[in-house]
């Protein structure tokens, strides 16, 4: 069964720091490019950082310099270290991966910046 399960989501003060994982399953990892999403009450879903299957790395300009998205191929997860958090971080962030226009998701985590 193919799946995507997001994990380490919570609250965390203005300033904080959280790390996100996403453990793929039934799927042949290494050959998908990962990306995380988010998506904020009232908005719409958008890209926040993605990594080829190759290791190319982009940003969302808004996230830029400070969230690192990484893989290990070896545990079939993707990371996303965010640092310096806003409270406009706040959202669901959903794990996606992608081959040749076929789409997995995650089910979210909730990442909430607030004092």
């Known amino acids: 069964q193919e799946q995507l399960v997001e994990s380490g989501g919570g609250l965390v003060q203005p300033g904080g720091s959280l790390r996100l994982s996403c453990a793929a399953s039934g799927i042949i990892f290494s050959m998908y490019d990962m990306a995380w999403y988010r998506q904020a009450p009232g908005k719409q879903r958008e890209l926040v950082a993605g990594i080829t299957n190759f290791g190319r790395r982009n940003y969302a300009d808004s996230v830029k310099g400070r969230f690192t998205i990484s893989r290990d191929n070896a545990k079939n997860t993707v990371y996303l270290q965010m640092n310096s958090l806003k409270p406009e971080d706040t959202a669901v962030y959903y794990c996606?991966?992608?081959?040749?226009?076929?789409?997995?998701w995650g089910q979210g985590t909730q990442v909430t910046v607030s004092s």
């Open positions: 996606n991966a992608s081959l040749r226009g076929k789409n997995l």
